[in-house]
């Protein structure tokens, strides 16, 4: 009889990246959430329990921001789900073509935006859409239809919009690049055996390919999700700290960089940035649970 | 002989109080100044060591983002320079009440400067002052000369002829009136807003009487700045909510704007960009003949460290830096960043001199924002940039701005409550 022996190249095979997962995320992430329970008097940090998230959520000055920043980190998310996801969808089933040429082309350019840095995408972008240089007024000049340019970025109604629409067009590739894979991994069989059923064309993708690719889309929603409730560097790059004109385009990473770090003459507050970006980390916890455990447990899969 | 020759030093220092320092003593300097460090090497340090045989000086700049924190942790750590160039306001007050910083109240150089000029470095009851001010930037208008004789219109100096000027400019077409945006925020606070302000609040007076809450935001002084701010709105150009502070910049040097509302800093630039000439006039008063006030800001100090092993070496330095002689060689070596000190310095640069010149005839103040009002949260400050540009925007009326900051200055400020 041989004892079992203990399995150490389990524990060595897993340590760096336990260890470096623990040192650059678990340790700053507990340690933020306990920072948040802090606050700064008299140069000494003291123990002030739940004290931040009641300023936060009860005084007006904080709580009007916060709830201005958290709507604003909504519609972005709206306008990815309602824009992006389609569309990544859409580019896939037409990429998916088996007669489509230049489809490996297509495939690349409109992934590239993704790799491309947010300083680049944002400072483009500006320029683009910039009233004085940007080739956008030019360009609807020449069809006629200048009168409907305006300086979007500074216009409080258009902004947030408008850096979601640039957001989308950076990250659409994602999408179109996860549902594609999905898509290619439908198996050819299934295809036919509908054609012989007589479902062909459009009504093959709503009625095939479309319930055997809801998993992903389930995940690229989550992930939409979580990358929104995060994000942060296009704002800042596009817009800066204040994230203007007016707050319009203020969401939860640039009110929590502003309070943070603080801004111009405004000094930094460790404790109070740590209380919104606790805030933040609930937001994301509660979508992603209600995503797992209402959404996802509950999702048919087929068997391919 | 080199040992006897110390001893000689040393006795003779013991001896003769006014030179404490015979042996060759070094000078660290601090700063974030790392675009001046050649100014430094070539012009300034020579000077002074020409003068002053015996103590040598070495400028070790850090990158500006960077150098709050690493003088701080040098400070702490015992080993920063002994001389420390002072960002104005808070946070060298704050280092000042850590004890890092030197009161040199005391020192008879101090009083070259005004009480203005001193006001950044200064506890805020203004008994105790921690740094020498070294220079300040000005606000005011910079224009296209050549623009301004074709068109056939003069410098304004009353309200009514600097927007009679821009609707002239408008009716004509070839130039877009003024050069500014509102996307980038800062510039209507402070370009606009504390720009023309002072003429309305009268400088100082207005200032002080803020923060000792004898005025209120919603005074009238204080709210017109921004009905005035709305009438610019028509004559910023196209697009001017997206237009960003280097579009401004840009439009102007390109010649195709012909007013730019401006901070002195911007004259070393624009002189190496444009091909017209530049001229300069003060923000306009409301009638012909109003005393005139302009924002004056105090932006750079030098003060000294507590644990300096120099403490006499490094006060000759301070006095030095509080002389006029300094005072020449900064201000014409950087055009723009003007000496703080009462005597006047002659200025090379015509743009500069322009600017300059206007001491003479104005009252200096401060932004009205950066001494004590921007310590809480929400901070002034940031609440004027947005302030100023719903002002322009027209998005809100000046009485309701005036309100709302109002409102957030007396939520944590107690002479306001």
């Known amino acids: 009889m041989q004892k079992p022996r203990i399995r150490w190249h389990i524990a060595v095979f897993l340590a760096p990246a336990v260890l470096v997962y623990t040192a650059v995320m678990i340790f700053p992430l507990f340690n933020t959430l306990r920072l948040a329970l802090f606050s700064k008097v008299d140069q000494e940090r003291v123990f002030v329990g739940l004290t931040n998230f009641r300023t936060l959520f009860g005084d007006p000055i904080w709580s009007e921001q916060f709830w201005n920043a958290l709507g604003n980190n909504f519609w972005f998310f709206i306008v990815h789900m309602l824009v992006q996801n389609p569309i990544g969808v859409a580019l896939a089933a037409i990429l ?18 993704t790799i491309l840095s947010f300083v680049i995408v944002g400072f483009a972008w500006k320029l683009i859409l910039s009233p004085i ?11 006629g239809l200048k009168a409907l340019f305006a300086p979007w970025l500074g216009k409080e109604e258009y902004a947030l919009t408008t850096l979601a629409l640039i957001s989308v067009w950076q990250f659409v590739g994602i999408p179109m ?11 050819e069989e299934i295809l036919e055996a509908g054609e012989i059923d007589g479902i062909t064309g459009p009504s093959a993708f709503w009625k095939i390919k479309l319930p055997l690719i809801l998993p992903s889309i389930g995940i690229i929603s989550i992930l939409t999700f979580v990358g929104n409730f995060n994000a942060f560097d296009l704002i800042y790059a596009a817009q800066g700290a204040l994230a203007g004109p007016d707050f319009s385009t203020d969401i939860l990473g640039t009110f929590m960089y502003r309070t943070f770090f603080g801004f111009q003459l405004q000094l930094g507050d460790p404790h109070m940035g740590s209380a919104i970006a606790s805030a933040m980390f609930a937001i994301i916890l509660i979508g992603v649970c209600l995503y797992l455990f209402g959404i996802q447990s509950r999702m048919r899969r087929y068997q391919l | 002989m080199k040992r006897n020759l110390m001893t000689l030093a040393l006795a003779s220092s013991a001896l003769v109080a006014t030179s404490a320092y015979a042996e060759d003593v070094t000078l660290t300097i601090e700063s974030w100044r790392n675009d001046d460090l050649t100014l430094w090497q070539d012009k300034i340090i020579p000077a002074f060591e020409a003068e002053h045989p015996g103590i040598k000086v070495n ?88 623009a301004f004789a074709e068109l056939g219109i003069e410098a304004p100096t009353t309200e009514d002829e600097f927007f009679a000027a821009l609707e002239t400019i408008k009716q004509d077409g070839t130039y877009i009136p003024m050069a500014m945006g509102t996307n980038d925020q800062w510039e209507a606070a402070t370009m606009g807003y504390n720009n023309i302000g002072p003429n309305y609040w009268k400088g100082e007076e207005g200032r002080q009487a803020l923060i000792k809450g004898e005025q209120k935001l919603t ?21 001017y909510e997206a237009q960003t502070y280097p579009d401004s910049q840009n439009l102007f040097t390109l010649g195709r704007a012909a007013v730019y509302p401006a901070g002195s800093w911007e004259i070393s630039g624009f002189n190496a960009l444009v091909d017209f000439e530049m001229g300069a006039f003060k923000p306009p008063v409301q009638n012909a003949g109003d005393t005139c006030y302009i924002s004056d800001h105090t932006d750079i100090g030098i003060g000294m460290n507590t644990k300096s092993a120099n403490p006499d070496a490094a006060k000759t330095f301070l006095a030095w830096v509080a002389s006029p002689e300094f005072a020449s060689i900064f201000g014409n070596a950087l055009p723009g960043f003007f000496p703080l ?34 310590r809480g949260t929400p901070n002034l400050e940031n609440d004027t940039w947005g302030a100023s540009v719903a002002a322009i925007k027209g998005a809100e009326t000046p009485e309701a701005l005036g309100q709302k900051l109002q409102d957030g200055l007396a939520s944590w400020y107690a002479p306001q409550q």
């Open chain 2, 219 to 239: 005074d009238p002084q204080w709210v017109a700045p921004y009905a005035t701010l709305a009438k610019w709105a028509p004559y910023l150009g196209d697009g």
């Open chain 2, 341 to 374: 000190s009462e005597t006047p310095v002659e200025m090379e640069d015509p743009l500069a001199k322009e600017f300059v010149s206007w001491r003479g005839e104005c009252e200096s103040t401060i932004r009205s924002t950066y001494q004590i009002l921007s």
């Open chain 2, 59 to 146: 400028f070790t700049p850090s990158a500006p983002a960077e150098y709050n924190a690493v003088l701080n942790s040098k400070l702490d750590a015992g080993s920063a320079g002994d001389l420390i160039t002072c960002r104005p306001f808070d946070a060298s007050l704050a280092l000042f009440e850590a004890g890092h910083l030197a009161d040199l109240s005391g020192m008879e150089a101090m009083g070259n400067f005004s009480d203005v000029a001193k006001s950044a470095w200064q506890t805020d009851d203004g008994s105790a002052s921690f740094c020498v001010p070294m220079a300040s930037v000005i606000h005011g208008f910079i224009y296209n000369k050549d």
């Open chain 1, 96 to 113: 998916s073509h088996p007669r489509l040429r230049f489809a490996a082309l297509y495939r690349s350019a409109i992934f590239i935006p």
């Open chain 1, 133 to 143: 240089w940007g080739i956008a007024p030019s360009m609807l000049d020449a069809v």
């Open chain 1, 177 to 187: 690049m996860l549902i594609y894979a999905a898509l290619l991994s439908i198996p």
